[in-house]
């Protein structure tokens, strides 16, 4: 029987994409309309993994997401990093001089910007959900309305694609963790990336101490994000990415930041899947 796996969002989303790209085409998937139901349905046994939005390129991190992760004890277990390409759909035989109107998540919209200021008679309505919007568009066939989303959105719902690769940006990517109540099950040799929190005493230079740990360990830093810890105003926990090449080297700087730091916390540890 095949895993099922939690997406937010529904069949078609760009999360769907990730899914059917990660695990290959015949992945079962659990349809979730928000991140704390994705938590949820890990928590659950509703699905054995999650696909999960963490950051994109051009808006950032999803700090949220992070704070899911991290009180509900998940585990990331992989990465994958998709390219957003935004394209407007409509129902067959549609023309765009006939488009009234165009309903997709506000990300969506102003990833679009450009193109849409082309076509100032067509209204922007925003919307919860880009492939939700394809659906029902398909489903009560509805005429003068378009959707921006995946061209996996527009297979599904019979849609036809009338402006390809309308994002303003080309190089859009946003990066997916792969989640689990479980840790990896990859080897030592297979892992070479992983994801840390951590909290710091109000001291000067303690960041910068962390910082020089890691890099004597040989452990390339490639992302640092903070976030405020509600209970203490003006301190923040720490989410930190780092890879090397050496397991052992990784090994070593978790020792040494375990004494370093409080409440150290491994997120994950897996294989890079930089493109």
């Known amino acids: 029987m095949k895993e099922k796996v939690a997406i937010q969002g529904i069949k078609g989303s760009f999360h769907h994409q990730v899914a059917l790209e990660y695990f290959q085409e015949n992945v079962q998937v659990d349809e979730c309309l928000s991140f704390e139901a994705l938590t949820d349905s ?17 808006a950032g991190s999803i700090i949220p997401n992070y704070a899911l992760i991290d009180k509900n004890n998940l585990h990331i277990i992989g ?22 109107e165009v309903h997709s998540h506000p990300m969506a919209l102003l990833q679009c910007m450009d193109f849409l200021k082309k076509h100032p008679h067509i209204k922007l309505v925003e919307d919860k959900d880009t492939a939700e919007t394809a659906r029902r568009i398909h489903q009560n066939q509805i005429k003068g309305i378009a959707a921006i989303g995946s061209k996996v959105a527009a297979e599904m719902y019979d849609l036809n694609i009338i402006a390809p690769e309308i994002q303003t940006v080309n190089n859009n990517m946003t990066r997916f963790f792969i989640l689990s109540k479980e840790e990896s099950q990859l080897t030592k040799e297979e892992i070479n990336k992983a994801s840390l929190k951590f909290e710091l005493d109000d001291t000067p230079g303690s960041l910068a101490t962390v910082l020089n740990v890691m890099t004597n360990c040989k452990l390339n830093l490639t992302k640092i994000q903070s976030m405020p810890i509600i209970e203490t105003p003006f301190q923040y926990s720490f989410f930190v990415d780092v890879v090397f090449e050496k397991y052992k080297h990784y090994e070593k700087a978790v020792k040494i930041l375990q004494i370093m730091t409080n409440h150290f916390k ?10």
Do not use: F, P, R, T
């Open 42 to 58: 890990l928590l659950n046994n509703n699905s054995q993994q999650a696909v999960m939005a963490i950051e994109n390129s051009i």
């Open 79 to 100: 990465e994958y990093y998709l390219d957003i390409i935004q394209n407007l759909m409509v129902l067959n035989g549609q023309k765009l001089e006939e488009i009234q």
């Open 266 to 275: 491994v997120l994950g540890e897996y294989k890079s899947k930089k493109q």
